[in-house]
Structure formats: structure tokens, C-alpha cells
Nanobody, 124 residues
Framework: QVQLVESGGGLVQAGGSLRLSCAAS????????MGWFRQASGKEREFVTG????????YYADPVKGRFSISRDNAKNTMFLQMASLKPEDTAVYYC?????????????????WGPGTQVTVSS
């Protein structure tokens, strides 16, 4: 199995940027497709973006398209989420997740491993 830990969250003003990292340990990182999800207070967890095992294919949910960018460094067992033009509605706990298949999906139930999450708060 793989263990995941997110970092890089914090408080930022609207319009600002943050870069989240997800460090993986355990089994070979490149065996897993990865995703970022988020959960705002009182809301269900939602898909943000996904990346396949090689980093060659990515997909973004409409609310973040054009503002967020996902990437991974398999040599360093790390995935990143670069967030720009942040909005108050981006405020949530952000989770990285791993799926033991080459390709990502948008459903949280398809991911077997999860990090504990990192809080992102965007002030207006």
C-alpha cells in the first residue's frame, strides 16, 4: 500500500496562489493514478483534478479549470497542485488520493488511499 501526506495549505487572500504537495511513501508511486479532492464545511467531498500514472494525462473539474494545475514527479514520489486566482469558494480541506490503476477517475470511491488533508482558506 501507499501512504500519503499533504502539505502547503494555509490562509491566502482572494486572487492569491498556493502550491499543495502530496508526498507518497510505501509502494512504487508510479503504480498509482492520483487525484486531488476537496471538502468544504457542510458539503460532500468533490473531485478537483486527476493525473494518470505517467503524468501525461490530466483532467480538471469545471470550477478549477484554467486556475489549477496538477503535476507529479515520480522520481521524488510527489504530486503537486498549483492553485492560482483563488476564490473564497475554493476554501476547503484538500485531500490527495491514490488509485491502484494507471488512470484516474472522478469518483472518490475509486481511490484506495487517502492523505489526512490540508486546510486551504481563501479570504475575501
Amino acid at each position: 500500500q501507499v501512504q500519503l501526506v499533504e502539505s502547503g495549505g494555509g490562509l491566502v487572500q482572494a486572487g492569491g496562489s498556493l502550491r499543495l504537495s502530496c508526498a507518497a511513501s510505501g509502494r512504487t508511486f508510479s503504480n498509482y493514478a492520483m487525484g486531488w479532492f476537496r471538502q468544504a464545511s457542510g458539503k460532500e467531498r468533490e473531485f478537483v483534478t486527476g493525473i494518470d500514472w505517467s503524468g501525461g494525462t490530466t483532467y480538471y473539474a469545471d470550477p478549477v479549470k484554467g486556475r489549477f494545475s496538477i503535476s507529479r514527479d515520480n522520481a521524488k514520489n510527489t504530486m503537486f497542485l498549483q492553485m492560482a486566482s483563488l476564490k473564497p469558494e475554493d476554501t476547503a480541506v484538500y485531500y490527495c488520493a491514490a488509485r491502484e490503476y494507471p488512470s484516474y477517475t472522478t469518483s472518490a470511491r475509486d481511490y484506495q488511499y487517502w492523505g489526512p488533508g490540508t486546510q486551504v482558506t481563501v479570504s475575501s
